[in-house]
């Protein structure tokens, strides 16, 4: 391959798939390379949620504009992803668990969604007969919700083919190519490709590619256990978490349930199928857990069960950003277990640092440099 493309997104996840959309559809020549297939990795493996409530503050205000994006995707994209914004339910498990579900709706109605706090079993099972009758309240979050990750990529990838974007799958990216502090393109197994920009959403192994430019991007890899059941009838429409972030789950358009449980450290170098199946203790943990919410799936079948490899920085929040000490190089990465919802909007900004260098939606918060310059470690507590 001796070839050459204006920008060469790397990574064919929501991040990458979304980016080449935008790209494509602004007119700028695009080449994306998946080292798998689509969606291969964390977009695949996700809950899929849409989710604004709970949020960090400087993730809110991308969170807000993607849900704007996600109320439309399906028609903008000519595909059904299967996008349901039927809310997110946090649930308080005990009675001690409802001063956090206070705090979440008290931060969400400061900083402007509309969140209300359930007290009570009968409350909460109005919105979600399924949910034990034990539970003592929730948060509430109307316009929360989800969608299919697979159909997702799958419709953001045809969008950009439709538009122009070549969409190659099965090709690593071994590394980026530098001339002083200038990116030139990737070297594949292939052979090299030349590209003015390189759009980098490689999920968990995007610091291998930056580490030989001396940039460091700090990441602790954990595996999220997920179970999917057979088809149920219809029974949940919100998102369900727990204030603690030990479980999450929802019921897929398809019916399917779609369970995840606690995360585990995972030191592996490389992933396989064989070191990203979780345990049988932790598959144990997630199934007690799913049925202390929704007993009602004592007696369903599994369809399958997976682990979610999850790209966690110090601060949980992500790194998205035109690297400064190089021209040509944008990075997405470090979602923290919650790049999914955010997905329409990040390519957005992608596209604009790859064409104009700059956006108008608010990424100071995310450079790589505050690594170096020392990040309070935060610990990952809502997803879903
Ligand atoms: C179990 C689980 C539950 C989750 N739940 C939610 C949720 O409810 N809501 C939410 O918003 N988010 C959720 N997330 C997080 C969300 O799924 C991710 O943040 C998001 O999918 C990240 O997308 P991405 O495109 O950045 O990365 P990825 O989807 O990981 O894509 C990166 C792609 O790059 C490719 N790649 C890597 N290296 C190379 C290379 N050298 N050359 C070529 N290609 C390469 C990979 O194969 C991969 O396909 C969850 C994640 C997991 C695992």
Redesign the pocket.
Known sequence: MNDSRDVIV???????TSAAYELARRGTPVML????DL?????G?????V?QSGRHPAELPLAQAAVRRWEHLAEELESDVEYRQDGNLRLAVTIGDLPTIRRVVDEGNASGIVMEYIDGSDAVRELAPAITPTVAGASFCPTDGHANNCLTVQALARAAQRHGAEIRTG???TSLRVDGDRITGVETADGAISAGTVVL?????TPR?LAPLNLDLPLDIVL?P?VQTDVMEPMLKPVLGVSDGSF?GRQEASGRFRL?GESHPWREARHTRANTTPSMGQVQAMIAGALDVLPVLADMRINRIWG???DRTPDVIPVIEKIPHYDGLVV??G?S??????GPVTGEILADLAITGTTHHPIDAFTLARFAAGVARKELQL??
């Open positions: 790397i990574g064919g996840g929501i991040s990458g390379l998946e080292r798998g969606h291969s990795m964390a977009s493996w996700s809950l899929a949620g989710r090709i690593e990216v959403a490689a999920g968990i192994y590619l999220c997920v999450a995840t979610g490899l999850i997405a990465a979602f277990g919650h790049g999914f919802c955010l997803h879903g």
